[in-house]
């Protein structure tokens, strides 16, 4: 047996014949460079249920014979290696990979047939494994978007069998669509970076993550669920494999090509579920009715119950922001903060809510709510709650999640305060609840739901039960059961004559669920803070497809909101904030909770950052900060950067961050954001500004001015707590 050659207009592949193994993977532009680590010489990965429903591993080196054959018509060559008696069970794998010198990707698929009783869980393929020394950088569309660099690479997790496997030390919500938002892994660093992509329009579930080996960093996909437990199944898409020059921003160009041309990719331009008063940037300011931690002691807050307490002091924020408000009413649960569904009355009762919601109404504000999503919280610890016989009573335990061998799933991240099972959006009941609870909440007027706070970036938890209403497998089923659901919550809105109401999801909302949503919770973490790896990788990918609002982040003490803000501003997000007892802002470093006391920096400078980034929202900027596209940042230089020390940590941030954009109609903007207290002068140099130019900047007072670049070179000064435009003609 020998080697199969395969040749694409960027890169030359080897594929042992033997066994179907990348053996090599080099870039035509960078001879000399391996892609491809001596640690991927298998075809593919494979698990499977035995008959207690565990978890079971093979892979291609398992097959009893392999089979190639090789079809070549002019420049275009179609591999085909069938892999029989693999495990050995009874087992036929078939892979393909197409290749064409006029394409710049190979091309590859699979089909499975399996023989009575053999349960597949996923298929792994292609297997690409990166050298350490060709690898500065990984790229993962997950959270919020990751940048893995430096130090962080030795934390990447092992590769292993068990990483891969669906449970609930796993996670519920770290497959496509769901914590991975968008189909694509790269590589950058060296002469080439690896770029590996599903071309998937449907939402079949997978999982996209990078892992280490001991000479290497394998950028996987699992292809999961849908396998035929006796039968044959083609996976119905592509898996594309190529190399690329240049860093984060090259490999999400090469995504947003392919992603902004599938059914899930609409303009707010062209969306006509949006109301305008979302468009209109209101500021987002959040109401904690119990407590002021999740895991610490939950009683009513005074000052918030009845909630038109809260009136004078939102109007207040409102007035000094010069904006409407979004006020969210969080923690209000019965049972104490998140408990779902033993939730109802609201402490406080039900009609000091919809008094609440009413009167906001009257003031031209929206009324919102973070919920719990598919969640049975069965106990919480720090206010008390059991609800072990409410459970049993209501037969909790039809709309859970089960693991593969049967288990109730229970939720592992906040066991220690709120112990909860995840439900199954395939079980009538789980489906049931949800509705009725959402009723309820469109009931009392509110307008902005968040129900899926917990199924982050609109994740269906996965499901093995065998009588639910769903393939006994994670799968498809789990895309389906979102839409549905989110279907009969517009269906519940029209009922009851509530026209403007939105859905919005904790997180950035996974591509493939983007006509569902109105709106997404996304955290920026500045430079310095909470997620070290963060990039906006999703407002460059989709945020002209789904308004984002950043009530909550990440931001050093004590400049914590007016750093978010300017982050805020400048990445095209409604600001936002907590709001505590006495009317002032939560300025404390947390991406949603802490103490209100003791108070930390200025609530004067953090409302007038809120203030300068909304009426850029809401004026000069609406073109780019709201219906925009993000673009490769400009060259800006001159930023200073702010070193402090807080509390015993030291913080340096620069002082002006900044962003750039095109509108809808062509024209090309960088936006700048100054949250210090100081005057900032820099200077742009960017061709894409070349010739004639508007300078809108927002601080105490709004200039706008006509200006001229010297070939996109330009100087701005950015007076204290402000932000800025600069729009070519």
Not at 28 to 54: N, Y
Not at 228 to 255: K, Q
Not at 720 to 729: E, M, N, Q, R, W
């Amino acid at each position: 047996m020998g080697e199969i050659h395969l040749r694409t207009s960027r890169d030359a592949l080897t594929v042992d014949e033997a066994t179907g193994a990348i053996t090599k993977f080099r870039p035509l532009g960078a001879p000399g460079t391996e892609l491809q680590s001596e640690c991927g010489r298998c075809a593919f990965m494979l698990h499977h249920l035995d008959g207690d429903g565990v978890y079971r591993w093979t892979d291609s080196t398992k097959a009893r014979s392999v089979v190639a054959s090789v079809d070549r018509a002019g420049s275009e060559s179609l591999v085909r290696l069938v892999y029989q008696g693999v495990g050995p069970l009874d087992l036929e794998v078939c892979l393909t990979i197409r290749a064409s010198e006029a394409w710049p990707v190979t091309r590859w698929s699979a089909s499975v047939r399996a023989g009575h009783g053999v349960r597949v869980v996923d298929l792994q393929m292609p297997v690409i494994v990166v050298p350490w020394s060709e690898v500065s950088s990984v790229v993962e569309p997950f959270a919020f978007g990751r940048l893995i660099e430096g130090a962080g690479l030795e934390s990447l997790p092992e590769d292993s069998p068990g990483l891969w496997q669906l449970t609930p030390e796993n996670g519920d919500t770290a497959h496509y669509p769901g914590s991975v938002f968008a189909q694509f892994l790269a590589t950058c660093g060296g002469r080439a970076g690896v770029y590996l992509a599903c071309e998937d329009r449907e939402g079949h579930i997978k999982r996209l993550r990078a892992s280490r080996r001991a000479d290497g960093v394998r950028l996987g996909v699992a292809h999961m669920g849908d396998w035929a437990e006796a039968g044959e199944r083609t996976l119905p898409y592509e898996t594309v494999l190529r190399s690329f020059e240049g860093d984060w921003y090259e490999a999400a160009d090469l995504y947003r090509e392919w992603s902004s041309k599938q059914p899930w990719f609409r303009s707010l331009a062209e969306r006509t579920d949006v109301p305008p008063w979302l468009l209109d940037s209101p500021v987002h300011v959040t109401l904690r009715l119990q407590g002021y931690l999740d895991d610490g002691p939950a009683p009513p807050i005074e000052g918030f119950i009845p909630l038109r307490k809260t009136l004078p002091r939102l109007q207040a924020i409102s007035d000094r922001v010069a904006a409407p408000l979004v006020p969210v009413i969080m923690s209000w649960e019965r049972g104490g903060p998140w408990v779902y569904p033993d939730c109802f009355p609201p402490v406080g009762g039900e009609e000091h809510v919809s008094e609440f919601a009413r009167e906001a109404r009257a003031r031209g504000w929206h009324v919102g709510s973070f919920c719990n999503g598919t969640r049975w919280v069965t106990r919480h610890l720090c206010c008390g709650y059991e609800g072990d016989e409410y459970f049993r009573q209501n037969e909790g335990e039809l709309g859970v999640c089960r693991t593969s061998d049967g288990r109730l799933w229970s939720e592992g991240w906040d066991a220690g305060w709120r112990p909860s099972y995840a439900c199954c959006m395939g079980a009538e009941p789980t489906r049931q609840i949800a509705m009725d609870f959402v009723r309820r909440l469109i009931g009392w007027g509110l307008e902005s739901i968040q129900y899926f706070d917990q199924n982050v970036n609109a994740a269906t938890f996965p499901c093995f039960a065998d009588d639910h209403q769903h393939w006994p497998m994670p799968g498809k089923w789990m895309s389906e059961a979102m839409a549905s659901l989110i279907e009969g919550f517009g269906h519940i809105a029209r009922e009851a004559g509530a026209a403007g109401v939105i859905q919005s999801v904790e997180q950035p909302c996974a591509e493939f669920c983007l006509p569902l949503f109105q709106q997404a919770d996304v955290r920026v973490s500045p430079p310095g803070t909470g997620c070290p790896d963060f990039i906006p990788l999703y407002h460059y990918l989709f945020h002209e497809c789904i308004i984002m609002h950043g009530m909550m982040g990440w931001g050093a003490e004590p400049y914590h909101l007016p750093i978010r803000t300017a982050w805020n501003g400048v990445l095209g997000e409604i600001p936002g904030a907590v709001m505590t007892g006495d009317g002032t802002l939560l300025n404390r470093d947390t991406p949603n909770w802490a103490l209100w006391e003791p108070k930390v920096g200025s609530n004067d400078d953090a409302l007038e950052m809120i203030r300068v980034v909304t009426a850029m929202r809401r004026g000069a900027g609406r073109p780019f900060l709201v219906y925009g596209r993000m673009q490769r940042p400009a060259r800006v230089e001159g930023v200073r950067i702010e070193e402090w020390e807080w509390e015993g940590r030291r913080h340096a941030v620069p002082a002006v961050t900044h962003a750039a954009w095109r509108a809808p109609d062509g024209r090309f903007g960088v936006v700048l954001a100054n949250w210090t207290t100081a005057a900032r002068a820099v200077h742009i140099a960017d061709q894409r500004l070349s010739g004639a130019v508007t300078e809108v900047v927002c601080a105490s007072d709004t200039l706008e001015r006509e200006r001229r670049t010297d070939d996109g070179a330009l100087d701005i000064a950015l007076p204290p707590l402000s932000i800025a435009l600069v729009a070519g003609a």
